[in-house]
């Protein structure tokens, strides 16, 4: 097991699509359990692949409150069963800090294989269908800021960027007072 890097928006490489998933090998079942490790840890509800630089279609998932009910997704798609959207206000581990209202379709059909091929299908709504929504946009190469005002989206890209420069310039400190 391993702790994965997770990209930070606005990463470029957060904005490539995930292939589907032809074939399930061990190192994909790895890949799964690194990133539930990766999100347990962070703490957080949600992974998709594309944020730990993997872009294949694979989404990791717990919304218990034991964080004790592992979901996993290979090739997940989503259908609405409703035109009815809901807000919720959502965070992202790829948007550290930042939280906003996104409207997204209030009941949706979940079609995935599990991590030995088999299909499954189930009907989502509340935070799983808001979350399945959210993990699918990052395979699409999707964020939810991508639904805020454009002012709104520069101003979290100006912080984060701002941030990341900060943290590679102590991490150049460091190296440059431990040499
Ligand atoms: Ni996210």
Redesign the pocket.
């Known amino acids: 097991m391993a702790l994965l890097p997770i990209l930070s928006f606005p990463d470029p490489r957060l904005r490539t699509r995930a292939k589907p998933i032809t074939h399930i090998t061990p190192e994909i079942k790895q890949l799964a359990a690194d990133m539930l490790e990766t999100m347990y840890a962070a703490p957080g509800i949600?992974l998709?692949a594309s944020?730990v630089d993997r872009h294949i279609a694979l989404i990791v998932m717990d919304l218990s409150e034991e964080k004790n009910q592992p979901m996993i997704f290979v090739n997940p798609n989503v259908t609405p069963l409703t035109e009815e959207t809901k807000p919720y206000e959502e965070g992202?581990?790829?948007?550290p800090q930042f939280f906003d209202q996104v409207e997204r379709r209030a009941k949706v059909r979940i079609n995935a294989q599990d991590l030995d091929g088999q299909p499954f299908e189930m009907e989502a709504e509340g935070l799983l269908a808001v979350c399945i929504q959210?993990?699918l946009d990052?395979l699409d190469g999707k964020?939810?800021v991508d639904y805020l005002s454009p002012l709104k989206r520069q101003r979290i890209r100006d912080k984060l960027s701002k941030k990341g420069r900060q943290k590679s310039r102590k991490s150049e400190e460091a190296a440059v007072s431990a040499s």
């Open positions: 949600g998709a944020q992202c581990l790829s948007v959210h993990e990052h964020l939810f």
